[in-house]
Each structure stands twice: as C-alpha cells, then as structure tokens.
C-alpha cells in the first residue's frame, strides 16, 4: 500500500470565479474583493465593524508571511496497519475504553489521507510524521521501517515540486504505544532518548528538504486530558502542567513553585542551562477564548487539580455571556495573546500553528448547504485581521496556518465536528469535495 504522489498537488482554479457566500445570523451586507484575479466574495455581515474586519488582504503581510494549512496523521491517514505501521497510543485507546469517543466512532478508521492525495494551493503544508511508522517499535533498535520513509520522502518532494513548503510535527498525540507498555511513556526519562533517537532519523532523513520543524504539538494539551482529567491516553488522572518559562527562562515561574511545591520536578542547573533560549519559535494553536475567575478557596470536588494549584477555574461565560460572539469566536484574543507573549517572552518568532472553526456534522443536510460556509471565510479573515493588527505593533508572527485541510477524527468526539475546508463523505468512500472556504483560500492567496 505504497503511495504514488503522481500529480498531487494541483492549482484549484484554473477561470477566475464569482462566488456568493451567504453567512447566516447576518443582518448587513458588505462585499469583499478577493486578493487577485478578479474573484469578488459578497458576504452578509452582522455589523459595520465586523465589516471593516474582514477586508485585510493578504499583500498586508509581510512578503516573507507563510500562509499554510494543518493536518496531522492520526487524523487523517488511516491505514493503521500499512508498511509494518505499529500501533500507537491512541490506536490503543480508542479500542480499549468503549465510549471514550464520541458514538464510539472508530479510531484507525481515518480520512485514508496515507493512500490518498488532495488538492492545495498554498504555500505551507503542515502534516505530521507518526512516530509508529518510521520505527514501529517505538525504538531505534527495532529498525527503521524504509517503506514510510520512502511514503514521505515522496509526499515532500511532491510538495516541493509544487512550490509548497512542508512544515513537519515530530509528535502529534500519537506516541507509540510499545513505549507506553515498556515504561510508562512520556513520564520515564527513557522517553527523552527514545523522541532524540527517532527526532534525529527525522532530521537526517528528510532533513535536507524540511527546514521547519514542530516538536510536540499540545503539550499542556497532551498533559492535561492525559494525566489529568483521562479523556485522552494514557487515561491517568494526575497534576501535570507546563508552561513556556521554562523553554524561555530555564524554570518554572516563581507562582507555580509556592503553589505546587515538592510535586512540581526540579531541573538541574545542566538542564536549565539547556533549555534557555532553546527554541527557535513558538507554535500557538487559537481557536477561541473564555473566563478565569478567582479561586481563593478552591474546591477540589467542583475543580480540576490544576484549577486548584491556580487559585483559579476556567469559565465559558460570564454572567451568562460568552466572550466573543455566541460561537466564541473572539479574535481580540488573539491578539492580546500575542501581544502578551512579544512582552513576556521577549518578543520570539511566533506561526500560529492552527485556527479554524467546524461545523457539526448532518448526514441529513443537503450537499449545497454544508459546503456553504461562508462563517469559516468570515472566522478566518476575522482572525487574520488580529494577526495583522499585532504585527503592526511589533509582533513577529511569521506564518499562520488553517485547521484542517478536511474533515478529520477529532479524538474525543470523532467524527462530530467539520473543520476541513473540503467536506468529507464518510458513507461514500470518503469522497471529498472542496466547500466555499477552499476555493475563497486559494484565491486569497494569489497576490497581485
């Protein structure tokens, strides 16, 4: 089940074309000239501001801005058995704990992205390269599976060929689950070698052609559902949270050691001294954004462990109002987040690594109206109108890429929720077809 990339990727458009978006909840119209070619997208918006919002263009970026999509592998790939892959801890997971995922949906049953290529216009692709592909074991011992590296090595040189440049993740979620069995997985040091081991076949193997690389996507994700509330593997319930000083100043903050005291693990001075300074940018995946409310007397019946540590709860509403609009959507978040981080952690190169928005997924509605999402079109540009604003007040945000590419497995919730700008057909052969967002994308990016 070897790939042949044969003319993957191709251009979406080949005639300019008059698209009509309609965004339901609108009271006002505007309309919005793509940014080149011609294209003009008529959206219905709620309100003259929101209006002004959406009319940032993509030549108001820098001219080095790398526009892109996301996707990683357990999503989207399927083929959970192809060319030797071994099983990861997900894979194990979902097969193990009935109702973990929403409508029990099946975990290896993927978008079969691995024996399949799509249609981009872009200019970055990120993707993930799962771990229990390259070594199956987990282990650089156990040997290094040549037919996925001969699988990537054409998918990049594919990419490149059509002008788009890869942007890797090391490890997304998808840890393999020998390592978990053999000693615990990302709580044994072992865990350090092994990811060093398998970074390094990365490096040396694709390393020539890819020169932008994502460690590990989610860690305070990854920590949190994993070892604290157990709604993704290992399914642990323990206090495990991270934060970027560390990564920036070589320790934990001064809050978070009077709060969490013995339990939270030192760094040695030679460790330290290794992780100051030691990336080379940070990834922030934004989708929306809420309330913190003081916790001065934390419940540990009605709080999570790492709520109780803060002194402080996460909150959707406040008084019963929702930050943002009713979906949550609220794009000043970004940017305050990024402006926080160009002042606490002394202005570093940021990509917004994802941000998007789904829909929930209806068999029942007609073709016509679920590839008509026009309020994908308007969250972006809203979105990106907040990156351009930041940029402009000092912010080295270098690249922002859309989640998803299309419709994926959403862990938790599997298959509920419709991120991709091509819709998927799960009951036809995972036919896919582009929606509204993908073509108003592609046209975006043709800069005049």
Same mark, same amino acid.
């Given at each position: ?20 978006? /309609? ?30 919002? @959406?009319?940032? $263009? ?105 002008? @788009? ?15 978990? !069995? ?21 490096? #040396? ?43 920036? *100043? ?18 040695? !001075? ?37 709520? @109780?540590?803060? $002194? ?5 509403? $406040?008084?019963?109002?929702? /930050? ?64 351009? #604003? ?26 509920? *929720? ?12 995972? $036919? ?12 975006? /990016?043709?800069?005049?």
């Amino acid at each position: 089940m070897t790939l042949s990339p044969s003319n993957w990727p191709k251009k979406l458009f080949t005639s300019t074309t008059v698209i009509h978006v /309609l965004v339901f909840l609108s009271v006002a119209s505007s309309t919005l000239e793509a940014a080149a070619g011609g294209s003009t997208f008529e959206l219905e918006l709620p309100d003259a501001a929101q209006s002004e919002e @959406i009319k940032v $263009k993509s030549t108001d970026f820098p001219g080095d801005f790398v526009f892109g999509v996301a996707t990683s592998a357990a999503q989207t790939e399927g083929a959970p058995k192809a060319d030797g892959k071994g099983q990861s801890v997900w894979e194990y997971f979902a097969a193990h704990f009935p109702g973990i995922v929403k409508d029990n949906t099946k975990f290896p049953d993927g978008i079969d992205s691995y024996n399949r290529y799509m249609d981009l216009g872009v200019g970055s692709y990120r993707f993930s390269i799962p771990w229990t592909r390259i070594l199956p074991s987990g282990a650089l011992s156990g040997g290094v599976n040549q037919k996925a590296v001969d699988h990537y090595n054409s998918l990049i040189n594919e990419l490149i060929k059509n002008g @788009i440049k890869p942007s890797v993740t090391i490890l997304h979620f998808d840890l393999p689950q020998a390592l978990e !069995e053999k000693y615990g997985g990302y709580l044994n040091r072992s865990f350090v070698n092994d990811f060093r081991d398998y970074s390094d076949v990365l490096f #040396k193997t694709f390393g020539d052609r890819v020169k932008h690389w994502v460690t590990i996507n989610e860690p305070k994700v990854l920590a949190l559902y994993g070892y604290e509330n157990g709604w993704a593997p290992p399914g642990c319930t323990r206090r495990s949270i991270r934060f970027t000083e560390p990564l920036v *100043f070589g320790d934990y903050p001064k809050s978070m050691k009077e709060s969490v005291k013995e339990r939270l693990p030192a760094f040695t !001075e030679e460790e330290k001294t290794a992780l100051t300074g030691s990336f080379d940018f940070l990834g922030i995946n934004y989708y929306l954004s809420g309330f913190a409310r003081n916790e001065p007397n934390p419940s540990p019946e009605a709080m999570l462990p790492h709520e @109780i540590d803060a $002194k402080a709860s996460d909150q959707v509403a $406040k008084n019963g109002v929702v /930050l943002g609009n009713p979906l949550g959507s609220y794009p000043e978040g970004l940017q305050k987040l990024l402006e926080y981080t160009k002042t606490k952690y002394q202005n570093p190169n940021i990509y917004i690594a994802e941000n998007g928005v789904g829909g929930f997924r209806n068999d029942t509605m007609p073709l016509e109206v679920v590839l008509n999402d026009g309020f994908k079109i308007v969250y972006i540009l809203r979105h990106l109108n907040a990156i351009s #604003k930041a940029i402009k007040n000092g912010v080295k945000v270098k690249g922002y890429y859309i989640w998803t590419l299309l419709d994926d497995f959403e862990w938790g919730t599997g298959l509920m *929720f419709q991120y991709g700008l091509y819709n998927i057909d799960f009951n036809d052969n995972f $036919k896919r077809m582009p929606r509204l967002s993908a073509k108003w994308y592609q046209a975006y /990016l043709q800069k005049t």
